[in-house]
């Protein structure tokens, strides 16, 4: 049964979301106070979710992971936020930000949401600025734009390289205003256990009480999934420690649809992995691109020697120094997207090439910025992190190159939604990276605070209303019901099932092994065999962590031990997932690079013919083989190209 | 590396808290204070114990979810970095670490080195923002700003709500946070309309939840890992006093 229907208003590209908004239901404002929305997450979608429909006058409750909404890693975006406002007068648009965002997304993503997404960029700013955000300034005091990844206009605003601290401060500080007021409720150290789902709409949630590890229902007349995404699947990435999917997976086993979930980006500049104990990777903004230069030795025995230490960058003359992005790419130099970098750095450490101890970095460098600039103006752009890299690697990166190498850092992929961000279980929203919607096989650098803010504050506000206009008969939400009695019961289960295993193995060893499953099988270079191996090992995976995990502590206290695992049981499924989507899906586009399926220079060869189509994954049951929906995408105003950077 | 470490335990804030002595070895230099703390307890998980709790999130040292005092300092020894932007190689091999929770009375303690900072929310909840709803806002350009005040709003908008200030304060205060965000918003014209409403409220809070007061002895400048000047408390000070004494307007909203 395919029950994918994308909602998409008819009409004009540019008169789609205007006319929506036309047309669409509203609920009064005495209504409004009767209906409970709960929202999951506190990042930019989350609280700027929060914030805004607590304004409007509904009554939200909104669940906190961890202390205080301002932890949510949200706030670890450094570069910048796009928007179409051309302050620059460089040529830039509502229409271009939609093509550039599109093209980035290699033609993967649906044409709709993508002009919406542009359309209300500019808003974003305009609202950051009024709650008091500190936007970069000229000496005019004008706002500032910097250019990124992707992108031949300067269109990000920026705060230094704290942009996404300053946003999420300020939807934090517009969500304090509305917890002041009443109309929202903050529960922090709450962690989803499960979606209860009534009559088939989603009717409220369980979580669970970190400090004390008590179980508790909510109900609501919707909710709001804003947890972000999944990359710590592999483990080892920039997200966050406490970052999990398992929120989405939870409504994946409930019914609502999993789109994409092979696409995940690998950024291009995060700093090299050091040993075993390495706990996660710190990203180097994108930002650096627009200044710095990468290279490799142009001679393989150079790389050698770099490696072995006997040489070192500052050595190597000019005309030895590959600056191969730039070589290869003469259009967009340093800043062709992320994929297209991730890959060409991968690709010149795996023929050799690669400095560092492990022979997995290239060097960023800022030699000819200094040179051109003056050590105070890239001290100005980029002085923290400069700060950082020196306090990490303990090495100075204004006389010395920056070591950096990939890492798993975005996933586009997430819970299937429609136009209204609405998944396949009615009442059931998701909202920023937790959804699929904008960014296709790839996100465009300072895309995802642009999508996460935009979800929040412009576009739920609006469609969530359209649905609860007929929630109004529907009085308030009993959780003394059979659905949360039994919701309720298999959480207690599950934990208790957990905890109960006492086997041999360490939550962190089997996220390790599940990290290393992934990023050597369905990381940044698949192919077919590697896939079918991954397949089986993470089936095995799954029984050794059913049944050899060894958890500490106990249930009703606060047991950080149990809530990896709980997450750990869960992104073994999401990894089952990825790895199936990444088989079936026999192209390369975007984040997703099939080794198989390349053109003859080597780079990603799409296949528009085949796989111009949303994966979407229906969860059949336990031990059950998920089903994949196809949600085609149609191109009506744009001119389906082969990416070109060159 | 080889180290003796003499942690903070606590089972709950009613529980009688006891330092216990870990021995650790062979940590890298490279290894960051919470890697290695992660390496401890990956072996008491493997000899049946409880690990040690600690609050920890971004790890790249800007959400303000990771704080301990380390060897008497809040964040550690070194300048400028919170706790999970420590590296081992800022110690001494064989040295004797002595790890505990942020000790001060708005504070209490969760767990082991997990205490409780929603305190440092509800000043912010009392004011630290501007009232703009959603929509009908003007033009991000309509109202200029000059450079050298956004870079000022800035550098006081760059405190992370760790609460190391608190904790290195012997009055247990939290001016410096407070007066970031006051200073924050006091320094852009957005935040002018409601400066003195603000600042009166959010410190009249920050009295009512038991925060002690500031008798300048800046050990919160000096072990801010963000380093917030002190100059942001002068500036609220100001604020503070021109809106009792100049301002007519009541703090009631």
Redesign the interface.
Known sequence: MNTLNSKIPEGQLSEKWTKYKASQKLVNPANKRKLDVIVVGTGLAGSSAAASLGALGFNVKIFCISDSPRRAHSIAAQGGINAAKNYQNDGDSVDRLFYDTIKGGDYRAREANVYRLAEVSNSIIDQCVAQGVPFARDYAGMLDNRSFGGAQVSRTFYAKGQTGQQLLLGAYSALSKEIKAGTVKMYERREMMDLVVVDGRARGIITRNLQNGEIERWGAHAVVIATGGYGNVYYLSTNAMNCNGSAAVQCYHKGAFFANPCYVQIHPTCIPVKGEYQSKLTLMSESLRNDGRIWVPKKIEDAQAIREGKLKPTEIAEEDRDYYLERRYPAFGNLVPRDIASRAAKERCDAGYGVGATGFAVYLDFKSAIERLGKDKVEERYGNLFQMYEEIVAVNPYENPMMIYPAVHYTMGGLWVDYELQTTIPGLFAAGEANFSDHGANRLGASALMQGLADGYFVLPYTMQNYLSDQIYQSKISTETEEFANAEKSVKEKLEKIMAIKGEKTVDSLQRALGHIMWEYVGMGRNRENLQKAIPMLENLKKEFWSNVRVTGDLNSLNPELEKAIRLADHIELAQIMAKDALQREESCGGHFREEYVTEEGEAKRNDQDFMFVGVWEYKGKDQEPVMHKEDLKYEFINVQQRNYK | MDFTLKIWRQ??RKAKGRFETYKISNI?P???F???L??LN?S???K????V?F???????????CGMYINGHPHGPDK??TTC?L?M?KFTDGETITIEPWRARPFPI??DL?V???A??KI???G????????G?????A?????HK??E??DS??C??CGACVAACKNASAMLFVSAKVS??AL?P??KPEAAIRVQNMVAKMDDLGFGNCTNTYACEAECPKQIKRSNIARMNREFICAKVGSEESTKR
């Open positions: 089972e709950n890298s490279d290894c960051s919470l890697e290695m992660d390496i990956e008491l998980v493997n049946l114990s409880h690990p709790c609050d920890n999130d971004c790890r790249e040292g800007i959400c303000g979810m400028g970095v932007q590296y190689r969760i767990r997990i409780d900072r929603t440092l929310d912010i909840q009392e630290g923002y501007v009232s703009a709803t959603t929509g806002v003007p033009d991000g350009n109202i200029l700003i000059s450079k956004a870079d709003a800035m908008a760059s992370i709500g924050q918003l852009l957005q935040g």
